[in-house]
């Protein structure tokens, strides 16, 4: 009977000792999923964002050198779309969209009257799961960074190309990129990395300059990014003014000119390239 009695305390102990082991290990994987994964995740996020910002400012400089050089030569440019789940635990993935907007829900406009043109712009939109939602914008030349929270603020990290000379009478001068998209090649979204192809197109300039009687309008997403730009470069010479839709440049004194020259851009997205829109004959 003791024999017995021994052997049924010795596998009572055992399966006590494994329930106490499984335990441990629950508590363990549950300590990481709950504290540590989300840390991690939100690291990624960060990161991923950093990288596009770099990615940006690579897209920029790329579309500047075709700008200068007038080359149609097609230039490639990534940028990485969002990141992916970690194996083995419960984590979301990131998400995010490229698109090239030609649409006219931005653009410039002259004395309440007159739009001269829209303001076209590659743009990225980063669904982040554990940090801030983000979108990139490359718009009218600079690169600009849009975030809803803990508040709604955007802020120009690259200014565009723009400066005034004033020799008694003021003219702002603007380069602006205007690029041309190809329906079906013009939007992409999931995970992974979006190749983007641009090619040089042409360039125009009208001549004599936009007269500005009184103001003139950017009609933007990101009207507070366009603010500060203007703020910085005009100073006392003209006043700027931020509202919810716009950023309106107006005179303080005299009327002035606004100088553009449009540089159009061929853009694509994604695999599979429209061969016809690299121009044969213009430089």
């Not at 024999?3 to 329930?19: K, S, T």
């Not at 829209?118 to 939602?133: A, C, E, Q, R, V």
């Not at 979204?189 to 192809?197: D, E, F, L, M, W």
Request: aromatic share 12%; net charge negative; glycine share 6%.
């Amino acid at each position: 009977m003791r024999g017995i009695l021994l052997q049924n305390r010795q596998a009572v102990a055992g399966v006590i000792e494994a329930l106490l082991l499984v335990a441990l290990v629950a508590t363990i994987i549950s300590t990481i999923q709950l504290y540590y994964v989300p840390e991690m995740m939100k690291q990624r996020d960060v990161d991923h964002m950093d990288e596009v910002s770099n990615q940006f400012s690579n897209l920029k400089a790329m579309i500047d050198i075709q700008i200068a050089t007038q080359s149609n030569t097609p230039i490639f440019s990534i940028v990485t779309l969002g990141t992916r789940e970690l194996p083995y635990f419960l984590t979301i993935p990131s998400y995010g969209e490229l698109s090239i907007v030609t649409s006219d829900e931005s653009y410039i406009e002259i004395d309440g009257v007159t739009t001269i043109t829209p303001l076209t712009s590659i743009t990225y939109y980063g669904d982040n799961s554990y940090f801030y939602k983000q979108t990139w914008a490359l718009e009218g030349g600079g690169i600009i960074i849009h975030q809803l929270e803990p508040k709604e603020s955007s802020a120009m990290r690259v200014n565009p190309t723009v400066n005034y000379t004033d020799d008694g009478s003021i003219t702002i001068h603007f380069t602006l990129p205007m690029f041309i998209d190809y329906q079906g090649k013009n939007h992409t979204s999931h995970t992974g990395k979006a190749v983007i192809r641009t090619n040089y197109s042409h360039s125009f300039r009208p001549v004599p300059p936009y007269p500005v009687n009184n103001f003139f309008r950017i009609y933007t997403r990101f009207p507070q990014a366009w603010n500060h730009t203007f703020c910085d470069l005009l100073g006392d010479k003209l006043e700027v003014i931020e509202e919810e839709e716009y950023v309106e440049i107006r005179k303080i004194t005299n009327p002035f000119d606004l100088d553009i020259t449009y540089k159009y851009i061929y853009a694509q997205i994604g695999p599979g390239w429209i061969i016809e829109a690299i121009p044969s004959s213009e430089g």
